[in-house]
């Protein structure tokens, strides 16, 4: 399913836009990294493509064929888009099988991201904040099949586990799902644009937030390149 958007300001006060006439169509199947510094709207985006703030002007909306679906039909909007915030909820006293089970199969969940079957049983409170971080991108996609939308996912989360999750975006996306994704991990962005699957490459993106609105950067800059954008 195609994210488009259309001539979309986003923003808190309509004279102080974040975000100015954002135009553009995020293909399926792709990795999309807003990268931005801090302030810059990446945070007010997501939040507005999940339908939890109104844009200011403009709309957009999700297309496969002939089926369209807008934010304001709540109920598909979230069958179809999920969400995971830089926070894992840890205070939750469910076990990991048990929050699973609130989105889909738990069996499902563990059979795909193996790393989390020695946790099944424990409780979230337990977890660190990646291994809770990874059991709340198995229940988003557990949620939705298509869409996924991250805020900072990496950005409390060591090395290891910032591998982790990578790699099982990559799995979801491999099973033609999507996702999008605001971060500041720029190693993480370049090592995986250098290690996927050339297929999902060439439908993912990178792009820069600014005033303006979103400018693009390839998907083949260095680590160098990266950084130079957000000077």
């Given at each position: 399913m195609?994210?488009?958007?259309?001539?979309?300001?986003?923003?808190?006060r309509a004279?102080?836009?974040?975000?100015?006439?954002?135009?553009?169509c995020?293909?399926?199947?792709g990795m999309?990294?807003?990268?931005?510094?801090?302030?810059?709207?990446?945070?007010?985006?997501l939040?507005?493509?999940?339908?939890?703030q109104?844009p200011?002007?403009?709309h957009?909306f999700?297309?496969?064929?002939?089926?369209?679906?807008?934010?304001?039909?709540?109920?598909?909007?979230g069958?179809?888009v999920?969400?995971?915030?830089?926070?894992?909820?840890?205070?939750?006293g469910?076990?990991?099988?048990?929050l699973?089970s609130?989105s889909?199969?738990?069996?499902?969940a563990?059979?795909?991201h193996?790393?989390?079957k020695?946790?099944?049983?424990?409780r979230?409170?337990?977890l660190s904040?990646?291994q809770?971080q990874q059991v709340?991108?198995?229940?988003a996609?557990?949620?939705?099949?298509?869409?996924?939308?991250?805020?900072?996912p990496?950005a409390?989360?060591?090395?290891r586990?910032?591998?982790?999750?990578?790699?099982m975006?990559?799995?979801?996306?491999?099973?033609?799902?999507?996702?999008m994704?605001?971060?500041?991990?720029?190693?993480?962005?370049?090592?995986?644009f250098?290690?996927?699957?050339q297929?999902?490459v060439?439908a993912?993106?990178?792009?820069?937030?600014n005033?303006?609105?979103l400018?693009p950067?390839?998907?083949?800059?260095?680590?160098?390149d990266?950084?130079?954008a957000?000077?």
């Open positions: 195609r994210l488009h958007l259309n001539d979309l300001w986003v923003g808190h004279h102080c836009p974040l975000l100015e006439g954002v135009t553009v995020f293909e399926p199947g999309h990294v807003l990268l931005g510094v801090n302030g810059a709207g990446k945070t007010t985006l939040r507005t493509l999940l339908g939890v109104t200011l002007s403009g957009f999700i297309k496969s064929g002939s089926e369209v679906i807008h934010p304001i039909d709540g109920k598909a909007w069958r179809h999920a969400f995971v915030p830089s926070m894992p909820p840890k205070h939750v469910l076990t990991v099988s048990e699973l609130l889909g199969s738990s069996s499902e563990l059979s795909s193996p790393q989390l020695s946790w099944r049983n424990q979230m409170s337990m904040d990646g809770a709340m991108v198995a229940r996609m557990l949620q939705s099949r298509h869409w996924l939308v991250l805020d900072e990496t409390f989360l060591d090395v586990s910032q591998r982790h999750l990578w790699s975006l990559t799995t979801h996306l491999k099973k033609g799902g999507s996702a994704l605001a971060t500041h991990d720029l190693r993480g962005v370049h090592r995986w250098d290690q996927a699957p297929g999902v060439e993912s993106s990178i792009h820069i937030v005033q303006s609105g400018k950067i390839s998907a083949s800059a260095s680590l160098d990266l950084e130079s957000l000077v």
